[in-house]
């Protein structure tokens, strides 16, 4: 089976940085799209960052654009976001997701199937 298990979250001061890595597992197969998604206590799931596999081509929110930077490492099968200048608002649990479908937008309105079990930052003032 499909797996996606994240790491890296921790608590940190505002301004520092963080790491998040996604493994994928159970598949040979290369996703069409990946994504990072978070949800902040009390506030409504957000698309942060998204990538299409194929060619590389990345989408950020407009509250991350410049800060967090999204990539990824085919021959370990691992998707990152490197976090830099967090900022309490940035608290969240952090999630990672795929689609193995074919085709459209990795950013808009777009349904991933798989998806991690989250991984927790928090950003300390």
């Known amino acids: 089976q499909v797996q996606l298990v994240e790491s890296g979250g921790g608590s940190v001061q505002a301004g520092g940085s963080l790491r998040l890595a996604c493994a994928v597992s159970?598949?040979?197969?290369?996703?069409?799209?990946m994504a990072w998604f978070r949800q902040a206590s009390g506030k409504e799931r957000e698309a942060v960052a998204t990538?299409?596999?194929?060619?590389?081509?990345?989408y950020y929110a407009d509250s991350v654009k410049g800060r967090f930077t999204i990539s990824q490492d085919n021959a370990k099968n691992t998707l990152y976001l490197q976090m830099n200048n967090l900022k309490p608002e940035d608290s969240a649990l952090y999630y990672c997701?795929?689609?193995?479908?074919?085709?459209?937008?990795?950013?808009?309105?777009?349904?991933?199937?798989?998806w991690g079990q989250g991984t927790q930052v928090t950003v300390s003032s």
């Open positions: 997701a795929a689609d193995w479908r074919y085709g459209g937008s990795c950013w808009a309105s777009r349904e991933f199937g798989y």
């Open positions: 990538i299409y596999t194929g060619g590389g081509s990345t």
């Open positions: 159970g598949t040979p197969y290369k996703s069409y799209c």
